[in-house]
């Protein structure tokens, strides 16, 4: 017969507890260590174009603000490294808010190939300036339906082309392809940049992570881009995937549910 002995019991449960309280202590250590590094982080970050914009200021009261085209230079470069703080702080404020699900999604049916034909519309300049085709591939003229954050998953794609204009040599290309297969989408965005050496792949996602090569080149950025990108499409129950070979480019891909057009016709949307 096994009877329970209520003491061995007590002690048991104890045991237990203590068990939990230190599970529980390594945790918030675990958090507290996460918290200071991404505090440290920030302020590296924030003090980078804090400390240029205060150059670029301070070389002007020393009087390079009497040259009018040097002043001119020095004016634009101080514009530039506080428009790169403003994306930085609210590039932080998103991933907190993501992080901390603050943010929720709005969802809705659209034809993700409006959404695109936005991005590379934004996305235009940018790709001029370094001489860089941005094309899209489509399988052929008919609407492609997904129900999706429309404005959230445009900053996803504008992410991705973005960085493939960023990382890439001039005269570069970046293409995005939509493939669609049966009840889903595939979203690639791809580029013939500098690609990324295998090391680094899982870590890119991270925020602030940078390959070291494109740290050296002084990209702008606030390498919080794709940790934003792979919170959103979580947030899409979906998850980005990533090929990459250095010195060959990069393709960054993911699938969404395709919402068929009967679906879409008949529901309230
Ligand atoms: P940021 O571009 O602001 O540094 P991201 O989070 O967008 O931050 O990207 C993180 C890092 O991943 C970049 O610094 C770069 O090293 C690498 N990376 C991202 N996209 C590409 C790409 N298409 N080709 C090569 N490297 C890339």
Known sequence: KSSKNPISGIKSQIRDYAEMKEEEIAQLKKMERYRKEFLANISHELKTPIFATQGFILTLLDGAVNDKTVRDRFLKKAAKSLNALNILVEDLLTVS???????????EVFDIQIMIVDVLEQVEQKAEKKNITVSLEV??????????????????????????????????????????????????????????????????????????KSRTKKQGGSGLGLAICKHILEQHNTSITLQSEAEVGSTFSFDLNLVQDTEYENSEF
Do not use: C
């Open 139 to 212: 399988p052929n003229d008919d609407p492609i339906y997904v129900n999706a954050d429309y404005n959230r998953l445009k900053q996803v794609v504008i992410n991705l082309v973005v960085n493939g204009i960023k990382y890439n040599e001039k005269g570069g290309w970046v293409n995005v392809i939509l493939q669609v297969h049966d009840n889903l989408v595939t979203l690639m965005v791809k580029d013939n940049g500098m690609g990324i050496p295998l090391e680094d792949q899982n870590r890119i996602f991270e925020r602030f992570y940078r390959v070291e």
């Open 97 to 107: 808010k993501i992080e901390a699900g603050e943010i929720s999604m709005d969802f």
